[in-house]
């Protein structure tokens, strides 16, 4: 082999190290945090949670489905952003900030209607939860709050549960006041699209529609200054980057 010929090899081979140590460099927030599934994890319940149709279900009637609370408690969730400042009126209030960022190892378990604010959940040990929420940030998914997220699986579940027992019978359900007086009016099912779909199915859907318009809403509300609390101004979280695809999530 000639001195060139040899020369030529040692620069390609050396290109290409360089380009694969550039790819690792540039890439290592997709490869370094990998998801490990639990053991168990068929590709029957993949199928399932994706809704692709692959799995019978056991058909439920109407009078089956318990009556689920509404959640009423609240969840703070976030502002964007991390050693937030706090004012009461025009008077900072000193030596007080909210971390907000937290890492996921210092998440609680999720339980239905929890909340920091609130005794009037469905379970009167809802207050003081031990569910630390806050803003994680996912390398795949950028900044999630998982209270919206929370929050959103629960009303989700909540409708499901309402529509599905109302399908038949219909019926109109008040909710509290957010920005004005609310109430969601559930006709009956059609006939037709229960024997197409299923009752399960139909409510799930219906439900992560309503959920998700619900959500908008609240960003509205609080967008123009409604709040939970009248001391504790929520516009500041109006709209932030990662409420509606934290909603999403949770739905």
């Known amino acids: 082999m000639s ?26 927030c997709a490869y370094a945090p990998l998801w490990h599934l639990q053991e168990g994890v068929s590709s029957e319940l993949v199928a399932e949670a994706l809704d692709q149709g692959r799995v019978t279900h056991h058909e ?40 907000n960022i937290i890492s996921v190892d210092n998440l609680g ?15 009167n040990q809802n207050a003081f939860t031990s569910e630390k929420n806050g803003l994680v940030y996912t390398c795949r998914g950028g900044f999630i709050d998982t209270a919206h997220v929370r929050d959103n699986a629960d009303w989700t579940t909540f409708w499901t549960a309402t529509i599905a027992r109302l399908s038949v019978t219909g019926g109109t359900v008040e909710l509290p006041p957010e920005g004005g007086q609310r109430q969601v009016i559930i006709r009956p099912l059609p006939a037709e699209l229960l024997e197409r779909d299923g009752l399960r199915r139909t ?49």
């Open 60 to 99: 439920v009637r109407p009078e089956d489905i318990p009556v689920l609370p509404m959640p009423v408690s609240l969840r703070p969730c976030c502002a964007f952003g991390t050693h937030l400042k706090a004012s009461l009126g025009p008077i900072p209030v000193p030596f007080f900030s909210i971390g």
């Open 3 to 28: 001195p060139m010929g040899t020369h030529q090899i040692g620069a390609r081979g050396a290109l290409a190290l360089g380009i694969f140590a550039a790819a690792i460099l540039l890439n290592g």
């Open 203 to 251: 409510a799930i859907h219906l439900a992560q529609w309503l959920v998700f318009q619900l959500s908008i809403w609240h960003e509205i509300a609080t967008a123009y200054g409604w709040a939970s609390f009248d001391l504790y101004p929520e516009y500041v979280s109006a709209f932030t980057p990662e409420d509606l695809y934290s909603n999403l999530l949770g739905i």
């Open 109 to 123: 378990p999720h339980k239905y209607d929890a909340g920091a604010f609130s005794l009037r959940g469905s379970s």
